[in-house]
Each structure stands twice: as structure tokens, then as C-alpha cells.
């Protein structure tokens, strides 16, 4: 694996003829070194989550220290029609790095079952006591996904489609699409959603220039800055970027087993650490003559950085729970 996640590193390429070529192996031909990697990536022993534990344990316990709250993100990328990616990722200053993953062939949305594993598999490696804000896209939400989330404690800003079905107690049944159309800014609290009737919070913001509203679905009384705490997840974009063209190149992957596809990404994930703990080890060794300078405050490598909504939010607070 180290010799693998080196050659990552290097090549920035799903490529195993050109990963093979940056390999540091004596071989008697040169096309004994991507079978030594095809072989690795069609291993079943090699398991992403049981090489990841040691580092995510690590990366969730310096979230969650000083009480400090875990900002956790789910979302899917898709990689063409052949391939979709679901990813739980943890903030860590302004992006984030993949906890865990899952991959499934086909461009079709993964839904709660994949979810709920990978999810487990967090909570399973959480320190004792810690809490929790999981932001979610609008690409699944789902009944089920609401019922683990609310079982388990967690703190939560689901963003909607606007087809989900609601009811606010106060007529009949509509839509959340309904309730946004026309306004700026609007607050609910214990709507029943689902035709199940999953009860939780309604934040709605529209902010000019945007063409579609914000509905956010949310545990705690629901206000602006609680709305606003779903920019955290913003943070998996740019390690999607950086898992695709901006720098894995992870889409012109020729993987067509998903499994396959979860061990490459389990050896560009560990580049993607080692790579982010050389940033932090070289800001806290060497920092810039700005940051020597008194009264400057370094940027955290650890939960939502300064100039983020989640960092100055009241909402953000975990104590923020109905």
C-alpha cells in the first residue's frame, strides 16, 4: 500500500499502467508491475475501512476536542454513467477529508442502506460524548435517513428537494417546494414530512441571484444562522475536485468493479491525508511573517475555519438540539 499511495502521490492518476510505471519495484518486465497492482486493487482482504480506522479515529478525536463539534458531510459524485461515489467526509479547516465510502456501478442515486453502513462505521469510531452536525445534499433524503439521525443523537442540516411532501399541522398536506415558492426567508417548526411523517425543523432562505431556494430540514429551532450552517458542507467540494479533475483524475478511471474502484480510492485517500498532514506540520513549523505577527490567529486545521457560516453561526452550537 505505502508503495502504492507513493506512486499516487506522484503520477496524480487512476491510470495503473502509468501508477505501475511509478512503482519502486525490481521486476524481470515491465508489465509485471500493474499486475502487481491489479492484483492489489482485486484483493477482498484488503478492506478500505479496516487500513482507515487508525486515521479517522486520529482525525475525529482532534475534531472533537475541547468539546468542539464534528462537522460531518454525505454526498455522491458520479463519475460519467458507469460509476456513483457515496462519501461521509469530516471539515477540516476549508475542505474535508473521506472517512468513509462506498461505490456502486451505475449513475443511480445510493440510497439509505449504503447510507446507514457507512454511517455506523463513523459513529463506530467516534470519541465517547462527541457531537455530531451531518450535513446532507438534497440527493437522497429519505424517511429512514432522518429516523437513524434522530435515533442516534446527532445534530443535522438535510437540504430538500422541493417534491418532499409536508405537512405543518396547519391544512392540508403540500410540498416543500410549495412552501418556499415566493418567499425570501421562512421558518417552520415541527413539520411532518414523508408520507411515514418524519417530524422535524424547516429553515427556507432565498437569497437574490440564486435560482433555487435553500430548504433546509434541521434538529434545532430553526433561524437564519441555522440555515446558514449547511454552508459546511461545502468543504467536500473541493475534495471531490481534488478526487476528479483538479487532481486524482479520478473520472478517467477504467475501474468497472465498484469494489476496485473503493481500493483505488482507499490509496488516494491516503495521499490525500499524508499530503494534508504535511500542510498542517509545515503551518504550525513554519508560518508565514503574517501569521508571526501578534494578534493574528492561524487558520484551524480542525472544524470550520473562521470566515465559514458554520464557524460563526449561533446555530452551529451543538447545544443548538430541540
Known sequence: MALAVGAMIEGQTPNTVELANLLPLETERQDMREQWLRRLLKNPLLLAPRVMEPFTREALAKAARNGQTVLLAMDQTDLGDRMALLVVALRVGDRALPLVWRAEAGPANIGF??????????????????????????????????????????????????????????????????????????????????????????????????????????????????VLDYAARWAIEPMFSDFKGRGFDLGSSQLWHADRLERLVLIMALAMYWCVRVGQDDALARPTPLEKKPGNKMTPTIGASGNSAAAWSPGSSAVCAD
Not at 185 to 214: C, K
Request: charged content about 20%.
Open 113 to 226: 442502506e449504503s447510507q446507514q453502513r457507512l454511517l455506523e462505521q463513523v459513529r463506530a469510531w467516534l470519541p465517547a460524548g462527541a457531537q455530531v452536525l451531518l450535513s446532507a445534499d438534497r440527493f437522497y433524503p429519505s424517511a429512514a435517513l432522518f429516523g437513524w439521525i434522530q435515533t442516534h443523537g446527532w445534530g443535522y442540516r438535510v437540504r430538500l428537494k422541493g417534491n418532499v411532501l409536508a405537512d405543518t399541522g396547519q391544512g392540508d398536506e403540500t410540498t416543500t417546494g410549495q412552501l418556499a415558492q415566493g418567499v425570501a426567508e421562512r421558518y417552520l417548526s415541527r413539520v411532518r414530512l414523508f408520507t411515514q411523517g418524519r417530524m422535524t425543523n424547516l429553515g427556507i432562505l432565498h437569497e437574490a441571484g440564486h435560482p433555487d431556494p435553500w430548504i433546509i430540514a434541521m434538529d434545532c429551532p430553526p433561524s437564519r444562522a441555522a
